[in-house]
């Protein structure tokens, strides 16, 4: 892998064409923030405004501690030439245009430290709690271990391995190359070398009808469910979906995005809905060698602090086996897989409403059927071995 690419992976993602895993309306370009007011100052040091001279606002303009309102005129082609108007700044960078937009952002602000601070004072010793005053804060939790066997492990990555070349072998079969990148029901690409695969021992909406080594992943053993249930704030989360994402060596880095939108604009909610990961091979930090764990940038998940910021983000690389919750509005993408093997990942997607689905991301009625799947073609030693019988 060349330096350049390494390097690439390191700068802020910014938006490729097409509409990658979530569609359009939910991927975003971001930069990396910092100083807000330190940046906005020096860049109109050098370029002139087109309403004139800001000037740093002194007092009189209602202003949230900790961040920055700037006090502007408007140029003399606007319709109100002259007419002062206000832009504030949030601690992170954000921009608001209205004081009624910021005045959204710090009720959001002072909601998810009201959560934080009810979670962490509840968790004490009991590690479940810990788990869920983290994912309040970060809007990520990373389990402790592996809570699977690793012979099911390495079960469920076969099965996974040997669905995926059934799928190619079908596409080949049927001449249908060119309709692999529009995608299949059970079969998409969510990217160059990524792949997501709904096989039919992963049934969508149903847990309990699992079969083989997934049904391991999901019984009452898990410790995640509890954690996820405390998150969700119910006693039965409700599956939408489960499949696998299966990054192929080569795939390069995905566009930074969140999975789905907040439910409600004018106010910071707890999470309607949960992401677990739990990695089919031990994950591998990014470096030379690295398979591409997921990036997280923490605290993405909170109403008007979804920007990436690189200080924010973490890649946890937990042995397979090891589940990783994280809220579904949390900003995440996928690294690019230096090394020579796949990474498969079991993804399963739970919400606290009943009968509520995600159609932009989980809806296989827009995708062609692939059919019946084309066997594997007998060995040589099989075939003599059906003869002599």
Request: proline content about 6%.
């Amino acid at each position: 892998m060349s330096k350049r690419r390494s390097e690439d992976e390191n700068a802020a993602p910014a938006k490729r064409g097409g509409a990658g895993y979530i569609g359009r309306r939910k991927e975003h370009r971001f930069e990396d923030v910092g100083d807000a007011k330190a940046r906005l100052l020096d860049s109109l040091s050098t370029k002139a405004h087109v309403g004139g001279a800001p000037t740093v606002d002194d007092g009189r303009v209602w202003c949230p501690d900790g961040w920055t309102v700037m006090t502007l005129r408007r140029g003399k082609n606007d319709r109100s030439a002259g007419q002062a108007y206000h832009q504030w700044y949030a601690p992170d960078g954000a921009k608001f245009r209205s004081r009624r937009a910021a005045e959204r952002r710090v009720a959001a602000d002072r909601e998810r430290d009201r959560l934080i601070a009810a979670a962490a004072e509840g968790a004490g010793d009991d590690p479940v709690a810990a788990h869920a005053a983290a994912f309040e804060r970060d809007g990520l939790a990373v389990m402790d271990a592996p809570y699977v066997r690793e012979e099911t492990v390495e079960a469920a990555r076969d099965a996974a391995f040997e669905f995926y070349e059934a799928v190619l072998r079908t596409v080949q079969a049927r001449g249908l190359h060119h309709e692999l990148q529009a995608g299949f029901d059970v079969c998409r690409e969510r990217g160059r070398g990524r792949f997501d695969l709904n096989p039919p021992c992963l049934p969508q909406r149903d847990e309990a009808k699992f079969e083989g080594p997934f049904a391991d992943f999901v019984d009452g053993a898990a410790d995640w469910k509890p954690v996820l249930r405390k998150i969700l704030g119910t006693d039965k989360p409700e599956l939408i979906a489960a499949g696998v994402f299966l990054s192929m060596p080569g795939a390069e880095a995905q566009n930074y995005h969140t999975d789905g939108v907040h439910l409600n604009l004018r106010n910071h909610a707890p999470p309607h809905a949960v992401n677990v990961f739990v990695p089919l091979v031990d994950l591998i930090p990014p470096g030379s060698a690295s398979n591409g764990p997921t990036e997280f940038c923490k605290g993405t998940h909170v109403l008007g602090r979804d920007a990436w910021v690189k200080e924010r983000c973490v890649n946890p690389a937990p042995r397979m086996g090891t589940a990783i919750l994280f809220d579904y509005r949390l900003g995440h993408r996928g690294m690019g897989n230096k090394s020579d093997e796949p990474r498969p990942t079991l993804y399963l997607t739970y919400t606290n409403k009943p009968g509520w689905t995600d159609k932009d991301n989980f809806s296989r009625a827009r995708f062609k059927k692939l059919g019946e799947l084309v066997g594997a073609k007998p060995s040589r030693a099989e075939r003599a071995a059906a003869r002599r019988g």
